[in-house]
């Protein structure tokens, strides 16, 4: 049995009471023995939204940015392989399913759309911080691994569906040489684009075997451009998934930690896996 998790009051930028609430619903649901039903933790969290005023909109962007923020800082620290990161996803896809209660926020329905989460990944994405204290960005880095495992698993799930994310991930990873062969930077990059592979790798190959040569406008050719290493089209296409499986097992050879390697080495032999069984592409030797 998986060891319980040691939640903290996650940090936000909008104050301590979403964070006390967001932290006392999940800190008992997460543990390994908890009775409490995802179902239930959705019905509490949507508990917390402000109830109406008055002329003023029952809810705004901002609940929903603080909302997200801090159940983001809650999934930071949760190591990527513990059950307690899925049951954090099947509370958010309890979330889809609470009844239409006829309020949108950015067009979206609240809850089923989820309103205003994909902002707040997006804004999430500014990062990591640097740190010239080794302890301290190890942390930092472990929090950022932890957060695209979480992204990664609620694409698996089909919460949400992120593939511009994914794309950057791996675009980063393996089709640009910025981090130093040996370094944590390096081992951070390409364990976060394995959190790609593995938790929502099934979702991107049914994309792949359904259109593997997408036409994209001219804004997605430039959002989903290739890195400098990388002078194939833009966008989830077959080449580039090829390209992918080569790079990670290259780079698995400049890895810091064996359990970089590991991982990278694994995602590669799953997608070899998938490509020929799903997508029918023999590949040689």
Known sequence: MADDIELQEPHSRWGEVMSKAILNIFKD??????????EQVALDI????????????????????ELWENIIGIAEQIPYDHPALDKLVKVMRELTLLPDIGIKVWEDRVWIDLPVLG?????HLNGPRHSDDEEE?????????????????LMGAGVVYFPNQLIWMLREALEEETNPP???????????????????????IEALAFNPKPVLNEEGRRLLRGGSLYNGEPGLRLERWLFWIDRF???????????????????AK?????????LKVKLTA
């Open 29 to 38: 649901y997460l543990q390994s023995r908890s009775p409490v039903s995802a």
């Open 270 to 278: 799953l997608m070899k896996v998938w490509t020929e069984g799903r």
């Open 249 to 267: 097992e290259a780079e698995a050879e400049k890895t810091k930690t064996e359990d970089a390697k590991k991982a990278a080495l694994r995602v």
């Open 182 to 204: 040996k370094s944590s930077a390096m081992d951070r990059s390409l364990l976060t684009a394995t959190m790609y592979i593995e938790f929502s790798g099934p979702i991107v």
């Open 119 to 123: 902002a707040v990944f997006r804004e």
């Open 46 to 65: 949507s508990k917390l939204a402000p109830k109406p005023s008055g002329d003023e909109a029952p809810l705004n962007d901002r609940f929903f940015f």
């Open 137 to 153: 960005q190890a942390k930092i880095d472990q929090a950022w691994i932890r957060f695209h495992a979480f992204s990664a698993k």
